[in-house]
């Protein structure tokens, strides 16, 4: 008989062992799944929170995640060495995405699906470039989801409203959800603009022993803009903190 073992090719494949990874997780056919679930449009807060839950759900479980980041339906799950099942991929991604199907289908009493994918990271300066380029893809989907949203209450179906937005500039989307809906879109708030950031904080606690170091979840719906001096620090100090041990 064969040794079907043998036919389990991919599952040797591995993360270097000194590299870090990020695991990008993306809610499958949620165009579909917002319309069954009435979600919100266009921001549904309980999504937000939902996916912001299971990456805040996995560190209070002892996982190591060191950082994770989230918008639309996808999240950013940052590890760093040493790797969980020595970096093996299969195991990495499928594990976070069920976790995180898991997580959501209980929330809305659904079944969803995530797929998953795995981004080889070989530095901080490159986590920190990979958290702008989401980051980034934030402030498009913000321009993006509002303007179709202004688009499709005057009455477009979402294929006009798309091929009307084709091509335009942010300048002039910004121009057109100000004209359709009358809002500046820099008064969205903050987690629209610029995602939710869900971290380790260090908070210095006095025991009877002297002051003790601990560390606990932050869900930061007020993440700065990576791109800019304060930004970047805060993701610094945001994957230092991960490395606090002591509880
Ligand atoms: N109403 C609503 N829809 C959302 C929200 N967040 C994400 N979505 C929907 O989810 C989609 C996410 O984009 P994609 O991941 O490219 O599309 P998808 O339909 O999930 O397709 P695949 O990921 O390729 O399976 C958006 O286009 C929206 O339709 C939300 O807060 N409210
Ligand atoms: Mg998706």
């Known amino acids: 008989m064969m040794n079907w073992k043998d ?25 579909k799944v917002a319309e069954k679930l009435s ?5 549904d807060v309980k999504l937000a929170r939902s996916l912001a839950s299971a990456p805040a759900e996995l560190m209070r479980l002892g996982f190591p995640l060191v950082f994770a980041f989230t918008f639309s339906d996808e999240i950013s799950f940052l590890l760093a060495p040493p790797l969980p099942w020595r970096g093996r991929i299969e195991k990495l991604t499928t594990i976070l995405a069920s976790y995180t199907a898991g997580c959501l289908s209980k929330i809305f009493n659904e079944t969803l699906a995530f797929d998953g994918r795995a981004v080889l990271i070989g530095n901080e300066d490159e986590a920190i470039e990979y958290m702008i380029w989401r980051q980034s893809e934030t402030w498009r989907n913000v321009l993006n989801s509002y303007a179709l949203n202004a688009l499709e209450r005057e009455g477009l179906s979402r294929r006009e409203a798309i091929g009307i937005l ?4 942010a300048s002039e989307l910004h121009e057109l959800i100000f004209q359709k809906l009358g809002l500046n879109i820099n008064n969205a ?9 869900v971290r380790w904080i260090v908070k210095v606690k006095s025991t009877d022993f002297g002051p003790v170091r601990r560390r606990s979840v932050e869900e930061d719906w007020n993440p700065p803009l990576f791109s800019t001096p304060e930004g970047k620090k805060y993701l610094l100090e945001s994957i230092h903190k991960a490395q606090v041990l002591d509880r």
Not at 39 to 43: I, N, V
């Open 166 to 169: 084709k091509g335009k500039k």
């Open 7 to 31: 036919r389990e090719i991919f599952s040797c494949m591995r993360i270097p062992e000194d590299y870090s990874v990020i695991i990008r997780v993306d809610g499958w056919n949620f165009r």
């Open 39 to 43: 979600l919100q449009r266009p921001y």
């Open 189 to 197: 708030p903050t987690w629209q603009r610029r995602g939710i950031a």
